[in-house]
């Protein structure tokens, strides 16, 4: 059985900043890939960035240079760096993870809400 949990969501105010955790545990042999998208009623999950187990990132154009994505490979951990928020970021947030329990599942936490307003 494998869990995702995220952390750090909240409310911020536009042009500040908020850093996402994620987290996976139980049986995992190793995780590929660890990844963040997010979704608004008016839209389907975009995907956001993602990072390899050998620690190269690609991003969505949407977010490059704005959003870093990294991650803790010791603590099975992934994190978001989200600078120069805008309204329109307003979006609850997913971590998803390719791991590796014996067969490859992707496995998807359930969300973490994130509101930029003034």
């Known amino acids: 059985q494998v869990q995702i949990v995220e952390s750090g969501g909240g409310l911020v105010q536009p042009g500040e900043s908020l850093r996402l955790s994620c987290t996976a545990s139980g049986t995992i042999l190793n995780i590929q890939y660890m990844a963040w998208y997010r979704q608004t009623p008016q839209k389907q999950r975009e995907f956001l960035a993602r990072?390899?187990?050998?620690?190269?990132?690609h991003y969505a154009d949407s977010v490059k240079g704005r959003f870093t994505i990294s991650r803790d490979a010791a603590k099975n951990a992934a994190f978001l760096q989200m600078n120069s928020l805008k309204p329109e970021d307003t979006a609850v947030y997913y971590c998803?993870?390719?791991?590796?329990?014996?067969?490859?599942?992707?496995?998807w936490g359930q969300g973490i809400q994130v509101t930029v307003s003034s």
């Open positions: 990072i390899s187990a050998a620690d190269i990132p």
């Open positions: 998803s993870a390719d791991i590796n329990t014996g067969t490859v599942g992707r496995y």
